[in-house]
């Protein structure tokens, strides 16, 4: 079951990311995109029916320790070092707004 991803397909998500590429790269990029969906759905044949899902390959475990409460910097020593400061607190530009 070949799947191809086609140049024009190639050039609109490269379009979409801002991305410029050239008519060379694109041919190229559709064949190796072509080989990519190939074997996703080689993979898809493999018979998973016995196999245990895995969440965590590595077996990690989190390590955490206890919250300690420490003492810190003084809140006007920390306002100090703000560029800008309004009522005990540190001012940033208006990020969202009426635009």
Not at 27 to 42: E, L, R, V
């Amino acid at each position: 079951m070949t799947q191809t991803i086609d140049t024009k397909t190639i050039k609109h998500v490269a379009n979409l990311v801002r991305l410029g590429i050239s008519e060379e790269e694109a041919q190229k990029f559709s064949g190796q995109f072509s080989a990519i969906i190939d074997y996703f759905n080689m993979l898809n044949e493999v018979d998973t029916e016995n196999v245990i899902p895995a969440s965590d390959v590595a077996n990690a475990e989190n390590v955490l320790r206890e919250d300690v409460v420490k003492p810190s910097m003084d809140r006007e020593e920390f306002l100090k070092n703000a560029p800008q400061s309004e009522r005990g607190y540190v001012k940033v530009p208006t990020v969202l707004g009426e635009e």
